[in-house]
T-cell receptor
Framework: QQPVQSPQAVILREGEDAVINCSSS?????VHWYRQKHGEAPVFLMI?????EQKGHEKISASFNEKKQQSSLYLTASQLSYSGTYFC???????????FGQGTTLQVKP | GAVVSQHPSRVICKSGTSVKIECRSL??????MFWYRQFPKKSLMLMAT?????????EQGVEKDKFLINHASLTLSTLTVTSAHPEDSSFYIC???????????FGSGTQLSVL
């Protein structure tokens, strides 16, 4: 039931864009996105609920395609502070319990 | 914003001893908390759902007698790793939300090293 993230790793230069995908084989109620820096706790980015909405948070936005059971996270004009590992967490029945993908490591270089 | 506090942040213990990790929601009541385990450069693996006033719900493959969870109040859940062995060494992290469908707030994690 673990969602599948792609790519596994991305290396960018400052100012470049990136897309991280999260796919589930099971119907989703919601998708959560978190970023984790080494040795720290994951930090919440956004939640997307069933209904196909798209959300934005400064230069980070995300979409949720309920039909395809997929979510994508868009990072535009990346900054050095965007470096870290991005996880999508899936909730299959509005239980609050999240199953996380394997993570995507993003490295932004100057 | 809501805060989840986790202690200790790091513990080193001898094989065979038990270790207790505390997770507190500081400014909200959490009827449900979640315990995750993370290996280096790996994903967060859900271990169990801690339910206030009732038994925890464990994920498949997680030994409930090994990882004892107690959720005695609306703000405190504890994870006790009993008779710890080197293979139990890992990063343990708790989380809580203010309700189903709400974002998870994570504790700062506990790095357990069993010698």
């Amino acid at each position: 039931q673990q969602p599948v993230q792609s790519p596994q790793a991305v290396i960018l230069r400052e100012g470049e864009d990136a897309v991280i995908n999260c796919s589930s084989s099971k119907a989703l109620y919601s998708v959560h996105w978190y970023r984790q820096k080494h040795g720290e706790a994951p930090v919440f980015l956004m939640i997307l609920l069933k209904g196909g909405e798209q959300k934005g948070h400064e230069k980070i936005s995300a979409s949720f395609n309920e039909k395809k059971q997929q979510s994508s996270l868009y990072l535009t004009a990346s900054q050095l502070s965007y470096s870290g590992t991005y996880f999508c967490g899936t909730d299959y029945g509005n239980t609050g319990k999240l199953i996380f993908g394997q993570g995507t490591t993003l490295q932004v270089k100057p | 914003g809501a805060v989840v506090s986790q202690h200790p942040s790091r513990v080193i213990c001898k094989s065979g001893t038990s270790v207790k990790i505390e997770c507190r929601s500081l400014d909200f009541q959490a009827t449900t908390m979640f315990w995750y385990r993370q290996f280096p450069k790996k994903s967060l693996m859900l271990m169990a759902t801690s339910n206030e006033g009732s038994k925890a719900t464990y994920e498949q493959g997680v030994e409930k007698d090994k990882f004892l969870i107690n959720h005695a109040s609306l703000t405190l859940s504890t994870l006790t790793v009993t008779s710890a062995h080197p293979e139990d060494s890992s990063f343990y992290i708790c989380s809580a939300s203010q309700g189903a469908g709400e974002k998870l707030f994570f504790g700062s994690g506990t790095q357990l090293s069993v010698l």
